[in-house]
């Protein structure tokens, strides 16, 4: 059922390292050649395209941010210089900024692996509720669909009301869009007078573009019967990673090199920490090396049993902007959401102060336990907290029930670096 979209998935240790060390290496002397803006960004850092030989030698470029790419585009419209201006370019997206981006051609999987990872096939028809205006979605998720062979219905932005009657009269198998957009749907064809999971036969359900909260991916794989599977990518470099049917963490797709980087240094991080997302997608017409997708992810350890040879991420634990960093690691509020219910949403709040040279990280607990329960509850919520964040918390105080309301922020950071 779940088999592999090609042989490259099983690809492992040194086969899989030299197939990504040469693709990066050809495509670094390719882009020297064709592209302005990456030749310039070679000359000013003194390094040759033969310096790029392995995907450790990517970290020798500067990691390039949307803002950066879209002020490099408006000094040398349409591509910042990117992109070989003789290629055969099938099509030109754009993305709010505005930021152009050339794409290939039709043939290229774009997301087919997430949907085969997914278990579509031929014979399945597969609503598609991204747009096709302009942006990349609509079309490249068409594209990947058609790749593992389902029909695909081209509903993009139309109203919940036409999608119902679309999906009651095609016969639709399968969705491809936002999880809540599915959900207003669903809400649609009650407010319709139909039982979503009784009379239509949707049974699966591939989403991006929004994170799909375990709530709601409870909610359609109980109540309505849908296996739910999630892609995650960016407008700029396409696919990035996917769930497979293990549904724990995400496997990163074969023309991707993904980085987890400091976003102050440049430099890859472990496995394990929280970092940004970059992204080197390997192609022949767009040579944008090391996009920096300002998301927070980490590599996870180990190997997946359905047999898929990449490495994984772990999620996307939010933006850039929403973290804070203590001690040089990334704290996310998703990770306190996941800490939260861990706890049965118990209520917390995290404080970081700044004592002599280092970060101090007090935790806030409401509860009413005393003795050996808070003890427990105490020592439980210092070991999760460490598991989920990897930062250890200096301090732990009870305070009582009702002092951490909803619109206390479940961290506030009182450091000053004046
Ligand atoms: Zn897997």
Redesign the pocket.
């Known amino acids: 059922m779940h088999e592999f979209f090609d042989e490259k998935e099983t690809l492992t240790g040194k086969d899989r390292e030299e197939y990504f060390n040469r693709r990066v290496a050809a495509m670094a002397a390719q882009g020297y050649e064709r592209s302005s803006a990456l030749r310039k960004i070679f000359d000013e850092r003194g390094v040759r395209p033969d310096d790029i030989r392995t995907v450790d030698d990517l970290q020798k470029l500067p990691v390039i941010s949307r803002s950066g790419l879209i002020e490099l585009q408006m000094q040398d419209p349409p591509f910042g210089g990117f992109s070989d201006t003789k290629a055969d370019i099938d099509r030109i997206f754009t993305s709010p900024g505005p930021v152009y981006e050339p794409h290939l051609s039709p043939d290229d999987p774009l997301w087919a692996r997430a949907y085969q990872?997914a278990g579509f096939r031929r014979g399945d028809i597969v609503l598609n509720a991204f747009s096709y205006h302009m942006v990349a979605a609509g079309l490249t998720f068409h594209g990947g669909l058609r790749h593992v062979g389902a029909t695909v219905v081209p509903s993009g932005s139309s109203g919940t009301q036409q999608q119902v009657q679309l999906i009651r009269d095609l016969k639709v198998t399968g969705y491809t869009g936002t999880p809540s957009f599915l959900m207003s749907i669903i809400d649609k064809a009650a407010e319709m007078g139909h039982d979503f999971a009784r009379d239509f036969s949707v049974k699966r359900a591939s989403f991006g573009a929004e994170p799909l909260q375990p709530s709601m991916r409870r909610l359609f794989e109980e109540e309505y019967g849908i296996d739910t599977y999630q892609m995650y990518g960016a407008t700029e470099v396409g696919d990035i990673a996917y769930?497979?049917?293990?549904k724990?963490?995400w496997?990163i797709c074969e023309e991707v090199i993904v980085e987890i980087v400091d976003p102050e240094t440049g430099r890859n991080l472990p496995e394990g920490e929280l970092g940004e997302v970059v992204v080197t997608r390997l192609n022949s017409v767009f040579f944008l090396l090391r996009f920096a997708t300002g998301d927070l992810s980490s590599f996870m350890p180990g190997s997946?049993?359905?047999?898929?040879a990449s490495r994984?991420l772990s999620g996307i634990a939010g933006r850039l902007g929403d973290a804070v960093k203590i001690r040089g690691m990334f704290v996310a509020p998703s990770q306190l959401k996941r800490l939260s219910l861990l706890f049965d949403g118990l209520r917390f709040q995290l404080v970081v102060t700044r004592s002599g040279h280092r970060d101090h990280l007090a935790a806030r607990l409401e509860t009413s336990a005393t003795g050996d329960a808070l003890r427990e509850l105490t020592s439980r919520f210092d070991t999760a907290f460490r598991e989920i964040c990897t930062v250890k918390i200096d301090s732990i105080d009870p305070v009582p029930a009702g002092t951490l309301g909803d619109d206390v922020p479940s961290m506030v950071d009182q450091r000053s670096w004046k």
């Open positions: 990872a769930e497979c049917r293990e724990n963490g496997h997946c049993p359905c047999g898929r994984m």
